[in-house]
């Protein structure tokens, strides 16, 4: 088994570091990642200036752009062959309902997921490590239970996982879960330059609006392992009878012929 390992906190996190740990001998892994954190970075591709590939003492190559650069390039050239699976993470922090929009972690793993490759996203639910090699572990175990049922290296798929910080035995069972959602982001924070110019900085995610039971939130909140298949077709597929009778409507008055 070939992995392709990246993440969204940069090639020294020490999640990316964990999970390489934890995935080493059980398949050939491959670590390419961000130089820096690019945390919120999504699907963003860097279209307009040169990236370099380096490789640092730990035999990590490391990469001046986003997640999903890394994977692509990677995908694209730099590795020379086809992974089985590309894994995301783990994450300093959720990515759960309305996050999972602007996750690098996710965008990491959706890049090789756009590529054919089954792709997982690994994320902590709270910030600061706490319990990472119970993370990992819950990673290996679930790889390894992945390849056991043949899934690796089939039929691409995407998983968004989000892992409690909680000792390894207190951990819950994985859950099938759907995405939650967050009220808005807290308004904008102003600061002053010392140049007298006005900073903003983005403000803090919203509460969860939508933490019902069967949402990553609920699961995760009681102790399990939430697990969410995603998927990219942004089409809104129960409305789009609804946007036919406008579009009818709107071509009634199309004078242009066409």
Avoid at 213 to 231: C, N, R, S, V, Y
Wanted: charge should be negative; charged fraction near 20%.
């Amino acid at each position: 088994m070939k992995i392709l390992i990246s993440n969204d906190d940069g090639y020294q996190a020490p999640g990316i570091v964990a999970l390489y740990e934890a995935l080493k001998d059980v398949a050939e892994v491959e670590v390419i990642a961000p130089e820096q954190n690019n945390s919120a970075k999504s699907n963003a591709l860097t279209l307009n200036s040169p990236m370099y590939v380096n490789r640092a003492s730990n035999g990590f190559r490391y990469i001046n752009g986003t997640p999903a650069d890394c994977v692509h390039i990677a995908l694209t050239g730099l590795l020379g062959y086809r992974p089985d699976l590309v894994v995301s993470g783990i994450n300093n922090g959720a990515n759960m309902g309305d996050d999972t929009i602007y996750s690098g972690t996710v965008g990491a793993a959706m890049e090789g997921y756009l590529f054919g490759v089954p792709a997982i996203a690994f994320s902590q639910v709270e910030k600061n490590w706490g319990e990472l090699d119970a993370a990992a572990r819950t990673a290996r175990e679930l790889v390894l239970k992945m390849s056991q049922q043949k899934l690796i290296g089939t039929s691409p798929w995407l998983l968004n996982v989000n892992i409690p910080n909680l000792p390894f035995e207190q951990l819950g069972h994985v859950k099938l879960c759907r995405l939650g959602r967050r009220h808005a982001a807290e308004s904008v924070i102003t600061q002053t330059s010392p140049r007298g110019e006005t900073m903003y900085w983005i403000g803090a995610a919203g509460p969860a609006l939508d933490e019902a039971e069967g949402t990553d939130f609920h699961a995760t909140a009681q102790g399990h392992i939430a697990m969410t298949p995603l998927k990219v077709d942004l089409t809104d597929h129960d409305r789009l009878g609804y946007w036919a009778q406008t579009a009818a409507r709107l071509r009634q008055g199309d004078h242009s012929g066409s």
